[in-house]
């Protein structure tokens, strides 16, 4: 992104389009990272879906960090280190 770019980029933003494009996300809440896909988000709180099919919905507010994984990394297997 160009620094001259008037955009704000948020964790509410990264968020709403990792819903869009079903990426999975973690997100950093109060120095716990969790996990999922988001399937749910209304600018107050987040509902993340992880592999079990287990839900956790965290406010806005009190997430630091978010990374969201690429689509192109989605499915694959990572490299043997």
């Known amino acids: 992104m160009s620094p001259l770019s008037s ?3 948020t964790i509410g933003t990264a968020l709403e389009r990792a819903r869009e494009q079903g990426l999975p996300v973690r997100v950093l809440v109060e120095g716990e990272w969790l996990g ?5 988000n209304d600018g107050t709180g ?3 879906e ?7 919905v965290v ?7 978010v990374q969201v994984r690429s689509s192109a990394r989605v499915g694959r297997p990572r490299a043997a280190s």
């Open 50 to 56: 992880d592999e079990d099919f287990e839900y956790a």
């Open 59 to 65: 406010r806005l507010e009190h997430v630091s960090a």
């Open 36 to 40: 999922g896909r988001v399937v749910a």
């Open 7 to 9: 955009m704000q980029y």
């Open 46 to 48: 987040v509902v993340l």
